[in-house]
């Protein structure tokens, strides 16, 4: 039995996660704002994890073999838990993302342009431009996006690490009907279903997904090992935007029609004009037996369509 804090956990795979755990026989705890009451046989601690001082006190003298971190977006979140959790974990689970690779949103050219798809190795967020141990940005840092955000989280827990340290790039996730919040797979059902074009790039670029409940899985699988550092967390296959619309399509019943962006514009959800998507090999060769995308896809827009329907009327 392990005792597992899960930072977050109140939705989607993260309320997959803490479920799982408890009926795996572990202690599991969440913390959170007050935003959603976990389980039955969950503990609850309440705190605004941003309030260094808050945060200590709703810990109190607890301490946990795995925290898992559903919910670190900026270095400061990162900078204020790898004060607060240096001494009270045995390892630190933090869930990032496969944006961190993303060549529109790098500061500099730290992503080559191949190999294709995209290994761990090939971004280092500690040799990118940082702030320093507070994780506060420099003066003339752009606002903080979503992959930058992450990146700079990274770094802080790599510099100098206090913990051993996971970070859990995650692939685009899908999947589970009314719990996928994103809307991303529902722009699809409706678009394709409805007769209206997608908005896609003239060459779009495959990109990499996991399943709701597959990425639940491997981020418990993580609380057992004992290997550190990025790692890649995605689904056999890399479709493309194409082929997601003609699995859509598959289910809808109904031809997809295509409007082709200018360069620079914006296109419908997973259509990129740049390649990087990942590499799952490290965490194969560690043992996690991923599922394929092609497998599980139909289900996931199956369970879509279904909600989308039935919101509908």
Known sequence: MKRILVIGGSRYFGKSLVTGAREAGDEVTVLNRGSGAPPPGVGRLVADRDDEAALRTALGPRDFDVVVDQVC??????????????????????????????PATL????VPAGPVPVAEASLDPA???????????????PAYVYAEGKRQAEA????????????????HVLGGG??????????????????????VHEAPYATSFIHHQEMAAFLYWTTDQTFTGPVNA???GAPDVIALCEAVAAQVGRDPSYRVVGEG????????????????????????????????????????AHETARAAG
């Open 73 to 102: 977006y900026t270095p400061l979140q990162a900078a204020v838990a790898r004060r607060v959790f240096a001494g009270r974990t045995g390892r630190y689970v933090m869930t990032s993302t496969m944006e961190v690779y993303d």
């Open 156 to 171: 802080v827990f790599l510099r100098d690490p206090v913990f051993p340290y996971v970070g859990v790039r995650a692939a």
């Open 178 to 199: 009314p719990a996928e919040f994103t809307g991303r797979l529902a722009h699809y059902v409706e678009r394709i279903a409805a007769g209206t074009a997608v908005d």
């Open 127 to 141: 040799r990118l431009p940082f702030a320093g141990a507070t994780g506060r940005p420099p003066e003339d840092w």
């Open 265 to 304: 514009a914006a296109a419908s959800p997973f259509s990129f004009d740049r390649a990087y998507a990942m590499d799952n090999g490290r965490a194969s060769a560690l043992g996690f037996d991923f599922g394929r995308v092609a497998d599980w896809l139909p289900g996931a827009i199956a369970e879509t």
């Open 107 to 110: 500061p500099v050219p730290a």
């Open 234 to 236: 995605a689904s056999h």
